[in-house]
T-cell receptor, first 117, second 116 residues
Framework: DAGVIQSPRHEVTEMGQEVTLRCKPI?????LFWYRQTMMRGLELLIY????????DSGMPEDRFSAKMPNASFSTLKIQPSEPRDSAVYFC???????????????FGPGTRLTVL | AQTVTQSQPEMSVQEAETVTLSCTYD???????LFWYKQPPSRQMILVIR??????QNATENRFSVNFQKAAKSFSLKISDSQLGDTAMYFC?????????????FGKGTHLIIQP
């Protein structure tokens, strides 16, 4: 199994630029999560999809952030325009949930380290 | 909303010793899971152990075990016979069940250092 794939692994950009982070979940998984990790705030859930539908985006910090899941094998997290305070490690995770409120282990990708200068 | 608190930012022990990491949480939910995740320097998130809130028996996974005190909302991780490879950040996490988002709520983490 390839696991959850994230790209790029590292991204350095300048303030004001658009940034797109990509995630390919494990094949067969139907839930996908985006998390952000910073020293100040730790690990935070940004948004969660179930069967490609956004379920809860209350963790998305502001309108500059948007996430999409056009199909079961791909998701993007976009920041436009980016700011230095967006510098963080962004994780994507996926799981298979046979029912909406069931539990199955979330498998994390390797993360994307974003630096906004 | 739920919160997870880890009060030990950093701990250091000698190899082969036993170490306990603390975690407390606050929730009004009755059905939930608790987890400990390990994050080594590679930054990969690795599930160490999980506990279902409805189970009274504490979960164990080889050298890792938990002390789950539901009434006190406490969930500590014990690592026995610690090894150098256990050096990592450890995160306590909460997930509610029964509708709504199934995302994880994490504590701020404990940096565990195993000294040779």
């Amino acid at each position: 199994d390839a696991g959850v794939i994230q790209s790029p692994r590292h991204e350095v950009t300048e303030m004001g630029q658009e940034v797109t982070l990509r995630c390919k979940p494990i094949s067969g998984h139907n839930s996908l999560f985006w998390y952000r990790q910073t020293m100040m705030r730790g690990l935070e859930l940004l948004i969660y999809f179930n069967n490609n539908v956004p379920i809860d985006d209350s963790g998305m910090p502001e309108d500059r952030f948007s996430a999409k899941m056009p199909n079961a094998s791909f998701s993007t997290l976009k920041i436009q325009p980016s700011e230095p305070r967006d510098s963080a490690v962004y994780f994507c995770a996926s799981s298979f949930n046979p029912r909406p409120s069931g539990y199955n282990e979330q498998f994390f990708g390797p993360g994307t380290r974003l630096t906004v200068l | 909303a739920q919160t997870v608190t880890q009060s030990q930012p950093e701990m250091s022990v000698q190899e082969a010793e036993t170490v306990t990491l603390s975690c407390t949480y606050d929730t009004s939910e009755s059905n939930y899971y608790l987890f400990w995740y390990k994050q080594p320097p590679s930054r990969q998130m690795i599930l160490v152990i999980r506990q279902e809130a409805y189970k009274q028996q504490n979960a164990t996974e080889n050298r890792f075990s938990v002390n789950f005190q539901k009434a006190a909302k406490s969930f500590s991780l014990k690592i026995s016979d610690s090894q150098l490879g256990d050096t990592a950040m450890y995160f306590c996490a909460f997930m509610k069940l029964g509708g709504g988002a199934d995302g994880l709520t994490f504590g701020k983490g404990t940096h565990l250092i195993i000294q040779p």
